[in-house]
């Protein structure tokens, strides 16, 4: 029996030596493990700072499109209104022009009703009629002018008879052959009249009278 013991202290050891690699195995498991919860942080701000970054970009673009948009809404709206006073424009000018042109188809007729007043010919129901006729192409807008003694205006008169009086100091109308009319500021017939120019001379002779007026009233000329 004493020789079977010291076998058993022998095969004892070995078996204890297996065990004791096990505690630095499970060691060099826990701490690779461990590393990649420590990079795990930066990972997941690098991934948020890319998310950040590409919903700036997008909302960078949303808001040039907007841009873009409202540029182009404003430039439509501009165009809208510049038609709608072209248009409004052209409506008016168009209405001015039927009027004027129905006028001028009238003023034969307004013409007629002149001449028959002046002979004293405008009577009874004819009176009335032309009367009618007048106040409404008042109401169009026509408007008569031409008056006798007034400055000779090319651009509002048409001289259809000329000569020379001693009383006038300008070219002056001094008889209207057909009044003049027109619609607002435009002119649908000049007046036709008949214009007087200064006598040749006539000028030289008043400032010669007037000198010698003058010669009077200081008491003439003085004596040598």
Known sequence: MTEETPGFDEQQPQSAQPQQPDVPSGSEDAEPKAAPQEGAAPAG????????????AQLDQVRTALGERTADLQRL?????????????DRITVREI???NLLTELLPVLDDIGRAREHGELVGGF??????????????????FGKEGEPFDPTLHEALMHSYAPDVTE??????????YRIGERTIRPARVAV?????????VKADEAEAGDDKESGGPDEG
């Open 127 to 144: 009176k009335s009629v032309a009367e009618s006729l007048e106040t409404v192409a008042a109401k169009m807008g026509l408007m008569q």
């Open 45 to 56: 701000d690098a991934a948020a700072a890319a998310q950040v970054a590409g919903l700036t």
């Open 77 to 89: 709206q501009a165009e809208y209104q510049n038609y709608r006073r072209r248009v409004e424009r």
């Open 171 to 180: 070219t002056t109308c001094v008889a209207i052959l057909q009044p003049g």
């Open 98 to 100: 039927a009027i004027a």
């Open 196 to 204: 007087a120019e200064p006598q040749p001379g006539a000028q030289a």
